[in-house]
């Protein structure tokens, strides 16, 4: 879409301004997690997707069979109904030793 089209920023990053007032929440298909947006900083959220075991396949590696875990899945509805994400964000880069670059996504 042409309001994911903007130079030198992510196209999440842009999507979540143009169209989430600066916030989004994205699952990523490819690296099975969740991503949680604020302005230009982003994290890793845990993946609404689970093998039969409860354990995440980050980058689909394992190839195992995933379901949506729906606790997982409404934790994220509910950080973004209380406009939680900000504050979600600044406690995974807090706390991680992989931070996402600025406006990467």
């Given amino acids: 879409s042409s309001c994911c089209k903007v130079h030198g920023v992510g196209e999440l990053t842009a999507h979540a301004r143009e169209c989430g007032a600066g916030t989004g929440v994205f699952f990523i298909l490819?690296?099975?997690t969740a991503l949680l947006?604020?302005?230009?900083r982003a994290a890793y959220a845990p993946s609404p997707y689970v093998d039969a075991n409860g354990d995440e396949d980050p980058l689909l590696k394992r190839g195992r069979p995933l379901f949506l875990?729906?606790?997982?899945?409404?934790?994220l509805q509910s950080m973004w109904a209380s406009h939680g994400v900000a504050e979600e964000i600044v406690r995974i880069r807090n706390?991680?030793?992989r931070v996402i670059r600025n406006s990467f996504y």
């Fill in 69 to 75: 875990h729906t606790r997982r899945l409404e934790n």
């Fill in 95 to 97: 706390t991680s030793e």
């Fill in 30 to 32: 490819n690296r099975c």
């Fill in 37 to 40: 947006v604020r302005r230009s």
